[in-house]
């Protein structure tokens, strides 16, 4: 009532934002995360103030955290536990702390960002830049399947290409090296773009994709193939702390 006799109407809070929203089929077709696409911020506005930017997409490892948590919530409320859903829960909080970690980093990443790397933001990236998908031919190298071709910082390929490789050779330091040295003669990497690139790297993605593969096809047997990738993620877990460190020495020298 105060409102409407100071105001003369009710002033109701806006986001300050025009967007679409992400459905799980679009999720799918195009490889974004579901939420809402920003595609464009009022300014001035809340959106503007709390450093949201056109393009972003809101809550992507946010809604990875909260199928996290959802899964920890059903696996502690299971009265019998197999094998493999004992040695999850074993290791499930120092994943989902390290997720929980990048998470902040990375918005705290893209509210630091300057005006000019986020126009920067543009190139249609390949979506699933791997070497499945490169062809050697006569005179070099094809690139194939674009269905999941994304508008992305060009470092989203580099992190995909590396994370393969990197993953197969048991996250050998000197392999990385190699690798982001490789891209930077060709493409340099700006300040910006190693940052990003150690955050998606710091974001233990893998332990997602299992985590989320596992409840989404609850059976009472678990394939091998799942309790192999869930085994060597955790054995592998110190060498990539070790590349991670490795990356943060590199962020120096930029």
Request: hydrophobic letters at 35%; aromatic letters at 14%.
């Amino acid at each position: 009532i105060e409102e409407i006799l100071s105001e003369g109407t009710i002033v109701r809070p806006a986001l300050g934002i025009t967007g679409q929203n992400v459905s799980e089929q679009a999720s799918l077709m195009y490889e974004l995360p579901i939420g809402v696409y920003v595609a464009s911020v009022t300014p001035g506005g809340s959106a503007a103030l709390a450093g949201i930017e056109p393009g972003d997409i809101l809550f992507e490892f946010e809604k990875h955290n909260r199928e996290m948590k959802k899964v920890k919530r059903f696996l502690q409320e299971k009265s019998q536990k197999n094998g493999f859903e004992i040695y999850l829960m074993q290791h499930y909080d120092e994943f989902y702390e390290k997720a929980i970690e990048a998470t902040e980093n990375l918005k705290d990443f893209y509210n630091d960002m300057e005006a000019e790397y986020i126009d920067a933001k543009g190139p249609v990236c390949h979506g699933d830049f791997q070497y499945h998908n490169l062809l050697k031919t006569e005179t070099g190298f094809a690139l194939v399947n674009f269905e999941k071709a994304v508008v992305d910082y060009q470092v989203r390929d580099l992190y995909y290409f590396s994370r393969k490789l990197l993953e197969k050779n048991n996250w050998s330091t000197s392999l990385g090296e190699e690798l982001i040295h490789a891209y930077n003669d060709t493409l340099p990497l700006c300040a910006y773009d190693m940052l990003q690139l150690y955050y998606r790297f710091a974001y233990p993605e893998k332990f997602w994709k299992i985590v989320n593969f596992y409840y989404n096809n609850r059976k009472v047997w678990i394939p091998d193939k799942t309790c192999e990738k869930l085994g060597k993620l955790i054995r592998d877990e110190g060498k990539r702390q070790e590349f991670l460190d490795n990356l943060s020495k590199m962020l120096l020298g930029k």
